[in-house]
Each structure stands twice: as C-alpha cells, then as structure tokens.
C-alpha cells in the first residue's frame, strides 16, 4: 500500500500541530505507523492522499450513521450555507431540530445546542451544580465525557477515591470535587453516597460506555443509580453522545426505558457538522440562563448549517426500521467474521455489540463490564490486526479501545468483503507472541 503521501503530509502537519494532529488519537500513536490523510468520502468507503480506498469502520467516531457525503445532508448544507452561515440572532432551523427531537423522545422536554460533546457536558454538569447547590460529581473509571476539566480523572487506589488527573494543567482543587468508583460495582457507588452524602450533584454515565472498549453495562446497575441518586436528591446525568440516535433514535435512554434527569448528545445530531446538546425537564432546564441563573452561551451555537445537516440526518434516522436494518447489517458482520475464522480461535478474540456499535476484544471472557477487565497486554494483537486490515482495504479507528460503527450506507456487499478480510488477518493477529 502506497503511503507516500500520507507521510508526507503527516510531516508537513508536524510543522503546524503538536503532533502533527488537531485531536490526539488521530496521530495512529497506538497503533504505529503514519495517520492517513483522507482525501473524500462517499457512502462506506473513504479514499486517501495515496489514492488508496478503504471500507470505513471509524465514521467520525461516530457522527456519520447515514456514512459519508449522504445526498440528503449535501443538499440541506448547501442550500443553508448559501442563504449565510451565522447570524448570532434565532433562525427557524433550530426550532426545527429541536421539534424533531422533542416530538420523538419522551425523556426530556427542553434542550440547549452547543456545539460540541464537550461543551454539552461541561454545560450539563454546571446544570447539575447550579439545581442542586452542590459542588462534587460522580463518574466512572472506563467513560469518557469530553475534556472538561472536573472529567479529565482517573481512579486513585482504593476503591472510592478523589481521582487523579488524567492531564496536566487540571488543577488539583478541581480534581477533588471528582469522586470516580469503577464501573459495574453498586457496593462503590455506596459507599461513595456514604462518604459524600448531601455533596452529590450528579452521577454522570456514559450508559453504554463505548470509549474504554464497550463496556457493556447490566440494566440493573443503572437501575441502582437512578434509585440511589433518587435517594440522595441526585441528579443522574447520561452522557449520550455517542450512544443517542445510535442504539436508537432515543438513545439508551429510550433502550433501557430509563429517565435519566439529564441527557448530554453530539456526534450523529449534527449530521456530520458541530453540533453537541443537553436536554432534561422543563423544570430542571428552566434554570439555565436567560430563564435561570446557570449561565450557558455560544456565539455559534444552534448554528443554522449545522442545524440544516443536522435535521437531514435526523430525517433519515426516524423512518421506519431505521434501526432495525443497522443492528440486523451489524449482527450479520461479526456473524460472517465468527463463521469465516477457525473454530479453534473463538476462544480467543469477542465481539462485543449493541445496535451498530462494535468492539472486538482479545480475550476469552463472555463479558467485560469495567475498564478494570480489560487485558492492557492484549492490544498488541489489535495493532497487527488494524495494520493488516488497512492493508485489506478495511479502516478501523486506530486504537484497540475504540469501538467501531456500521452505518446506513454499509451495503451487504461490504460486509462479505469486511468478514473475509478479518478472518484472513484475525489468524496472523493471533500469531503474535
Ligand atoms: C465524543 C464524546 C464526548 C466528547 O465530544 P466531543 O464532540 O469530542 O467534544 C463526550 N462524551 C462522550 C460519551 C463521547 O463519546
């Protein structure tokens, strides 16, 4: 495979970026080698600076469930971008949106767009401080919510522990109002509401936590948040942006039928353009400003192309069995991999899945519900397995932790190719000392 070019310009970025790259994963540090430089996308596949052309896994981490470059989102970014890209003043596009949402997800009533995952959560989290007049956080070793300051924790030792910086420049005063507990433990989340009681603001999840492996969860321990947050005068805040309008249009909460007090989304709402969000009751929303005193603004924000993608994607997503036909392309892709690969090597490699969401994960476990459980040693098999594929035509994103989606353009065609492509390299992977 030609990489040429890709290198080339990977050396130039290195001039203009730290690391060569505008968002660190992007630099293939965990898998080696010469990030590509895409050149366009069209439906599944990407082409790159090289020429070469791959069947694509990683779809913006997540954004593009219609795939690249889908004719509706074209057309709806090109008329609004030619009636003027911003106004800093109401357009009715963002009525628009919102009604799309509200009209089809009972699990909040008001909504505020911003324009990233981030910002969305940060935003949530000062809502979550500004209700409750309380100052800690509760979050969970294993998800991740953007790089917000009070996020950017890991555990310490013990099982209830004010983290540690997962960054530098995150000062210690703001670490110490992060409590973080591991995954999948109810006795953690205890004895955390017993450490801090009356100091909780918000529990926030990601409630299918797909940034750490998927790390798929038990029902009954969200279950167990919602009571005990219930319980403390809590609020429980999911983190849904990458899990809403892709598990479903409603998201998990709409999966688990569950009513979280907040929902933060991004990535599939704004149809491939920035676009993030939070959401919760009419009640606790009102409190955000000009209605409430928790103050919140953007000088692009519900920004009218964004807004146009947007509703296109949107549009798309809610026609009937939608989401059916994705978990259906989904299931038949790690089916064909299983029935394509020797039997003797199923013990060794999982995938894990929900909806259009999936993981593979060497190991020979049936379930990994925490960051804890995940062999760190087993990712060497992933970079020889993610080497092999781009050179099969198959793009994954560039780390064993990251998940990957199947989109709507994905046709059945790309799926044989993708399986025969995984079977050939699972063997070679596996061969690895
Ligand atoms: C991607 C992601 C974020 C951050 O969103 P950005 O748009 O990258 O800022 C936050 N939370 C979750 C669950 C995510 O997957």
């Excluded at 690391?19 to 599944?44: D, E, H, M, W, Y």
């Excluded at 939070?278 to 953007?298: F, L, T």
């Excluded at 059916?324 to 989904?330: A, M, S």
């Excluded at 020979?364 to 995940?374: K, L, Q």
Aim: with cysteine; charged share 20%; glycine share 10%.
């Amino acid at each position: 495979m030609k990489r040429e070019r890709s290198e080339h310009l990977f050396e130039k970025a290195k001039n203009y970026f730290p690391g060569g790259v505008n968002s660190p994963v992007r630099a293939f540090r965990s898998v080696g080698g010469t990030p590509l430089f895409i050149q366009k996308g069209k439906g599944s596949r990407i082409w790159d600076a090289d020429g070469n052309v791959f069947i694509d896994y990683c779809c913006s981490w997540g954004p593009l469930i219609l795939g690249h470059a889908p004719d509706e989102v074209v057309e709806a970014v090109k008329t609004s971008v030619e009636k003027g890209s911003s106004f800093g003043a109401p357009t009715s596009l963002e009525n628009d949106l919102a009604d799309l949402i509200l009209s089809n997800n009972p699990f909040i009533e008001k909504i505020r767009f911003v324009s990233s995952g981030t910002e969305a959560v940060m935003s949530a989290i000062r809502l979550a401080r500004g209700v409750t007049g309380r100052s800690k956080i509760l979050k969970f070793e294993g998800c991740y919510h953007g790089h917000v300051d009070s996020l950017l924790v890991k555990a310490g030792s013990g099982l209830v522990t004010f983290g540690n910086t997962s960054s530098a420049g995150v000062p210690e005063s703001f670490v110490n109002e992060t409590i973080v507990v591991p995954l999948d433990n109810e006795k953690a989340v205890e004895e955390a509401f017993v450490k801090f009681s009356n100091e909780i603001a918000c529990v926030i999840i990601e409630p299918i936590p797909a940034n750490n492996g998927l790390l798929l969860q038990r029902k009954e321990f969200l279950q167990f948040l919602r009571e005990i947050c219930d319980k403390n005068n809590s609020l429980l805040l999911f983190d849904e942006v990458i899990s809403g309008f892709r598990v479903g249009f409603t998201g998990a909460a709409g999966l688990f039928g569950m009513r979280p007090d907040i929902i933060t989304y991004g990535k599939i709402i704004g149809g491939g353009l920035p676009v993030g969000a939070y959401g919760a009751s009419a009640a606790i929303m009102g409190n955000i400003s000009p209605e409430g005193g928790v103050y919140q603004a953007g000088t692009l924000s519900g920004n009218p192309v964004a807004m146009s993608a947007g509703i296109a994607q949107l549009t798309e997503c809610l026609k009937p069995g939608f989401y059916v036909d994705l978990e259906r392309k989904t299931k038949y892709l790690i089916d064909e991999i299983l029935r394509l690969t020797p039997a003797e090597l199923h013990d060794r490699f999982k995938f894990f899945s929900v909806g259009s969401i999936f993981w593979i994960a060497f190991t020979s476990e049936n379930a990994i519900r925490s960051a804890e459980a995940i062999d760190a040693d087993s990712m060497s098999y992933f970079r020889v397995l993610h080497k092999e594929l781009l050179e099969r035509g198959i793009y994954l994103g560039p780390s064993g932790y990251e998940v990957g989606f199947v989109s709507d353009a994905h046709s059945v065609e790309d799926l044989r190719i993708t399986a025969k492509a995984f079977a050939e390299t699972l063997p070679i992977a596996l061969a690895q000392e």
